[in-house]
């Protein structure tokens, strides 16, 4: 039988990349010496945090069948394996060849598009009745990053 995840599983690792990703812009913003530049990569950590507390609410407002799978995973290995989708592979140890701004921002896309390709696979991997009509809200709110953050590479 294939594992299916639920909302609730997604919303779980969702937090922890938004966990990542403040990291990330945290981490990015010591790195630059222009204050707009660190002003602007630290709101960026700010909206991460405010996203993972969007989907911790968005996960404890999951009802009944949302919340349970129907896959025998007596020791959570699903969700094991998701979060370590997410350390591996969204927000973490991504190439950044210089500590540009630019460069930053060029990185932050695309580990956003990985994001977001993450999502779209893990919705095919949530059954309709699981929930998996909500990870549309997540990807919605990491596809507001990549436009937030195109906007000031063009600057």
Known sequence: MPNEFNANDIFEIAVKIEQNGAMFYRNAAEQVDKETHKTFLLELANMEDDHAVTFSSMQKQLKGEE?????????????????????????????????????????????????????????????????????????????????????????
Do not use: C, W
């Open 67 to 155: 919340l349970v799978s129907n896959t025998f995973d007596p020791d959570d290995e699903n969700i094991l394996y998701l979060k370590a989708l997410a350390d591996t592979r969204v927000f973490f140890e991504k190439d950044q060849p210089d500590k540009s701004f630019k460069s930053i921002l060029r990185t932050a896309i695309q580990t956003e598009k990985d994001s977001i390709v993450f999502y779209l696979g893990m919705k095919e991997l949530v059954p309709a009745k699981l929930g998996q009509s909500k990870i549309d809200d997540i990807i919605k709110e990491e596809m507001s990053h990549i436009r937030l953050l195109a906007g000031k590479l063009t600057v």
